[in-house]
C-alpha cells in the first residue's frame, strides 16, 4: 500500500531553538511580561512566516477584584 509522498511542512524537523527563528523583540517583549508578572493573553499573528501583530488582553484575578 502506497501513500504517496508526505507534505515537506509537516516532516519538517529542522534542529534549531525558537530564539533562532523569532524576532529579538518579541522575545524580549514576552520576557518583559513575565517579569512584570502579567495576567492575561497575547495574541500573536502571523502572515507568510512573519510576525505582523502582536495584542495583549490584560485580565484581573478574581480575588483582585
Excluded: W
Amino acid at each position: 500500500m502506497s501513500y504517496g509522498k508526505a507534505d515537506p511542512r509537516a516532516t519538517d524537523r529542522r534542529n534549531s531553538t525558537a530564539t533562532d527563528e523569532l524576532d529579538p523583540r518579541i522575545v524580549r517583549f514576552l520576557g518583559r511580561l513575565c517579569a512584570e508578572e502579567f495576567f492575561g493573553k497575547v495574541v500573536v499573528s502571523f502572515q507568510h512566516g512573519k510576525i505582523v501583530d502582536v495584542r495583549t488582553e490584560q485580565t484581573r484575578k478574581l480575588d483582585e477584584l
